[in-house]
């Protein structure tokens, strides 16, 4: 399996423009999580999914940010319109309870955003 | 909240000295894991120790976990250059996994 893929790995835009960061979750892995990384607030986690339901979006930080899942190889975060304070690195990550009980992360590489 | 603090915040030794790093955490959790990050990079999965565990062991990584102190430790031994890295301790609680802020650490050559 080639892991999580996370796509783009960097993306500049200016203010008010639409982002979508995509992500391919590893085969077989029920669980999709996305995380925001920043040095002041280190690892926030915005969404997660299971089975391709929305289980807690208590951290996305704004309506402005939406996540879907329309299928279980396929997740993406959008920020309509983005901001400055919106740079980050934004990961993601797929697991499932079968072999270990419990929800052991594979992340991906992230996708870098940089808003101007 | 559930969210893990790691102490030290930054950590730097001599390479073959061992290295421990500590996480609090506030509310009851399932599990606590570990994960590395090196620079640029995505978080690898080091060790996973359950609610009714005390100690694991996985390789040169030992974890302990106090759930009545809220607290579990993380110990790399005889470190070495690859282990320069970021280390983060993650609360789970039902299915959601919580991550600190992490503990930098860099081994001196």
């Known amino acids: 399996d080639a892991g999580v893929i996370q796509s783009p790995r960097h993306e500049v835009t200016e203010m008010g423009q639409e982002v979508t960061l995509r992500c391919k979750p590893i085969?077989?892995?029920?669980?999709l999580f996305w995380y925001r990384q920043t040095m002041m607030r280190g690892l926030e986690l915005l969404i997660y999914?299971?089975?391709?339901?929305?289980?807690?979006d208590s951290g996305m930080p704004e309506d402005r940010f939406s996540a879907k899942m329309p299928n279980a190889s396929f997740s993406t975060l959008k920020i309509q319109p983005s901001e400055p304070r919106d740079s980050a690195v934004y990961f993601c990550?797929?697991?499932?309870?079968?072999?270990?009980?419990?929800?052991?992360?594979?992340f991906g590489a992230g996708s870098r955003l940089t808003v101007l | 909240s559930q969210q893990g603090e790691e102490d030290p915040q930054a950590l730097s030794i001599q390479e073959g000295e061992n290295a421990t790093m500590n996480c609090s955490y506030k509310?009851?959790?399932?599990?606590l894991q570990w994960y590395r990050q090196n620079s640029g990079r995505g978080l690898v999965h080091l060790i996973l120790?359950?609610?009714?565990?005390r100690e694991k062991h996985s390789g040169r990584l030992r974890v302990t976990l106090d759930t009545s102190k809220k607290s579990s430790s993380l110990l790399i031994t005889a470190s070495r250059a690859a282990d320069t890295a970021s280390y983060f301790c993650?609360?789970?609680?039902?299915?959601?996994?919580?991550f600190g802020k992490g503990t930098r650490l860099h081994i001196l050559p």
């Open positions: 993650a609360t789970g609680r039902d299915d959601k996994i919580i």
């Open positions: 085969s077989g892995h029920d669980y």
């Open positions: 990550a797929s697991s499932t309870h079968k072999s270990s009980g419990a929800n052991v992360l594979t």
């Open positions: 120790i359950r609610s009714n565990e």
């Open positions: 509310t009851s959790i399932n599990n």
């Open positions: 999914f299971n089975n391709n339901v929305p289980i807690d």
